[in-house]
């Protein structure tokens, strides 16, 4: 009884904690656009923020409301808390976790699966801050070669190169699927080349068609299965 | 001073160094009272400490992929900010995304030589406003939601599965389509419809991380070497960057 009384208290604390540690991170990752800002003498331009919101924001809000709902469970309170302030989720942190799950057969939903979920991403979220840390004094001393001429078409390719990347990992996972986005974009870039300033915009659309033919698809798969 | 020497400078590397220390904190104090409720549940010792050491090694190589994104968003935004974003709430596709769709907004591009002092707090808070969804979500709902779980008996949600995943793939699929779409229209009739003059770079930058992609995909799926996963985007992209550098535009 005593242990259970325990955990529970635990459990409060640590919805308590995560809280406070979670309103006080947005506090400071919101407000040093603005510190730096003061630093360099310029200040952000609120109305390109909202225009770029409603471009892209809306996408990555669609995605963290999903992550929230599927990882919240794996992760349990203090995992999550963390895992959201900490970042890297899909790349890193849920496999981190269910990895040391795994290890010691940890059932989620217990309170063992809560204490080595914490451990597992507060450990896994150390490394990453350590291993960045030394990378970052390491790359000190290589920033007149990174600033270099010969490597400005690299840095000026930054969004292709992860498109690049991006666009095989995606398109393979529904290939037919893919192919009707990316005419039709093409298409319309090609038609009204000033589209190209407008890229962001463009994925309002773009992402529409794609969710619409996958939701089209998925119904004829329910469908099917249902009359098999 | 050059805008990039002016965002790798002592003030920016202490404020975000700062925030980066903050985290770091909390995420000594959240291991320490875990290891001491799972002492007080009578847990192993022996299995925590497993656990903490598995996630450690673990975490080693993904956190050098993670660098190597630190490295390609430096030529355009100095190394402080790229540093505490991706020490903290991003990941490396994210990041580059919508830091591209600010610079768009101020007319600007993500390339070294166009960004400006002026521009960046602007790209730096869309960077910070667009990923926060996760955080407030956990600071609002975190424990009503796993409240009703547990009284439901469930240890893992689907709700959203089925057509949920398959959603956030679409969605991907239309983003990456756009941008896709604008090179090669671009290259089209970038200088003019048809004219077919346009910039072919991000294309063969395109094609060049596909490729390496395509690489890195098989070797770990078809190889075993599962690992290469913890590099793959940042591996590809900085390849696909350097096919630009020897197309030399």
Redesign the interface.
């Known amino acids: 009884m005593d242990?259970q009384n325990?955990?529970e208290s635990?459990l409060k604390?640590?919805?308590r904690?995560?809280?406070i540690?979670?309103?006080?991170?947005?506090v400071?990752?919101?407000g040093?656009?603005?510190?730096?800002?003061t630093?360099?003498?310029?200040?952000?331009?609120?109305g390109?923020?909202a225009?770029?919101?409603l471009?892209?924001?809306l996408?990555?809000?669609?995605?963290?409301?999903?992550?929230?709902?599927?990882y919240?469970?794996?992760l349990?309170?203090?995992g999550?808390?963390?895992a959201?302030?900490?970042?890297?989720?899909?790349?890193?942190k849920i496999?981190?976790?269910m990895?040391?799950k795994e290890?010691?057969d940890a059932?989620?939903?217990t309170?063992?699966n809560?204490?080595?979920a914490?451990?597992?991403?507060?450990?896994?979220?150390?490394?990453?801050?350590v291993?960045?840390?030394l990378?970052?004094v390491l790359?000190?001393p290589l920033?007149p070669v990174?600033?270099s001429p010969?490597?400005?078409?690299?840095?000026?390719?930054?969004?292709?190169?992860?498109?690049?990347?991006?666009?095989?990992?995606?398109?393979?996972?529904?290939p037919l699927?893919?192919m009707i986005?990316?005419c039709?974009?093409?298409v319309?870039?090609?038609?009204v080349?000033s589209?190209?300033?407008?890229?962001?915009f463009?994925?309002i659309p773009?992402?529409?068609?794609?969710?619409l033919?996958?939701?089209l698809?998925?119904r004829k798969a329910v469908k099917g299965e249902a009359g098999a | 001073m050059?805008v990039?020497e002016?965002?790798?400078?002592g003030?920016?590397y202490l404020?975000?160094g700062a925030?980066?220390a903050?985290?770091?904190a909390?995420?000594?104090?959240?291991?320490v009272?875990?290891?001491r409720?799972?002492r007080?549940?009578?847990?192993d010792v022996t299995?925590?400490k497993?656990?903490?050491t598995?996630?450690?090694t673990?975490?080693?190589l993904?956190?050098?992929?993670?660098?190597l994104g630190?490295?390609?968003?430096?030529?355009?935004l100095g190394?402080?900010?790229p540093?505490?974003r991706?020490?903290?709430?991003?990941?490396?596709?994210?990041e580059?995304?919508?830091a591209?769709?600010?610079a768009?907004?101020?007319?600007v591009?993500?390339?070294?030589?166009q960004m400006t002092?002026?521009a960046?707090?602007?790209i730096?808070?869309?960077m910070?406003?667009?990923?926060?969804?996760?955080?407030?979500?956990?600071?609002l709902?975190?424990?009503k939601?796993?409240h009703r779980?547990?009284q439901g008996g469930?240890?893992?949600?689907?709700?959203?599965?089925?057509?949920?995943d398959?959603?956030?793939?679409?969605?991907?699929?239309?983003?990456?389509?756009?941008?896709?779409?604008?090179?090669?229209?671009?290259f089209?009739?970038?200088n003019g419809?048809?004219t077919f003059s346009g910039s072919r770079?991000?294309?063969a930058?395109?094609?060049?991380?596909?490729?390496?992609?395509?690489v890195f995909?098989y070797f770990s799926e078809k190889k075993r070497m599962a690992w290469l996963d913890?590099f793959?985007?940042a591996g590809?992209?900085?390849?696909?960057?350097?096919a630009?550098?020897l197309?030399?535009?």
């Not at chain 1, 630093?39 to 609120?46: E, T």
């Not at chain 1, 319309?188 to 038609?191: G, I, K, Q, S």
């Not at chain 2, 993904?62 to 660098?67: C, E, F, K, T």
């Not at chain 2, 469930?154 to 949920?164: L, M």
């Open positions: 242990k325990n955990y635990y604390s640590t919805h904690l995560g809280r540690v979670s309103v006080i991170t947005l400071l990752l919101v040093a656009p603005f510190a730096i800002g630093l360099l003498g310029a200040g952000p331009d609120l390109a923020v225009r770029g919101f471009s892209v924001g996408v990555w809000t669609v995605s963290s409301v999903v992550e929230f709902l599927v919240t469970p794996m349990g309170a203090g999550s808390y963390l959201f302030i900490t970042g890297n989720l899909i790349n890193m496999p981190c976790a990895n040391a290890l010691v059932k989620s939903g309170a063992e809560e204490v080595i914490t451990l597992s991403i507060a450990t896994s979220s150390l490394v990453t801050i291993v960045l840390a990378g970052v790359l000190i920033q990174l600033q010969v490597l400005a078409p690299a840095f000026a390719n930054v969004v292709p190169a992860l498109f690049g990347a991006m666009a095989y990992k995606y398109y393979r996972k529904d699927l893919a986005p990316l039709v974009m093409i319309l870039f090609t038609l080349p589209l190209t300033s407008s890229t962001s463009m994925i773009s992402g529409a068609l794609a969710i033919l996958a939701w698809k998925y | 050059s990039l002016q965002l790798n400078s003030g920016v404020i975000c925030i980066v903050f985290i770091a909390v995420c000594v104090i959240f291991l009272r875990a290891w409720a799972g007080a549940l009578g847990m299995r925590m497993r656990a903490v598995a996630s450690a673990f975490s080693v993904p956190s050098v992929g993670i660098l630190v490295l390609a968003l430096s030529g355009s190394v402080p900010w540093w505490l991706l020490s903290v709430i991003g990941a490396l596709h994210y580059t995304q919508v591209d769709a600010a768009e907004q101020l007319g591009s993500l390339g070294s030589g002092v002026q960046f707090p602007t730096a808070l869309l910070s406003i667009c990923i926060m969804w996760g955080m407030i979500l956990s600071t709902f975190n424990k939601y796993l779980l547990q469930k240890t893992e949600t689907r709700k959203s599965g089925g057509f949920g398959k959603a956030m793939v679409a969605m991907f699929i239309g983003m990456v389509s756009a941008y896709i779409g604008s090179y090669v229209g671009g089209i009739s970038g419809l048809f770079t991000p294309l930058v395109v094609a060049a991380a596909a490729l390496a992609m395509a995909t913890n793959s985007i590809s992209m900085l390849i696909g960057m350097l630009a550098v197309i030399g535009q």
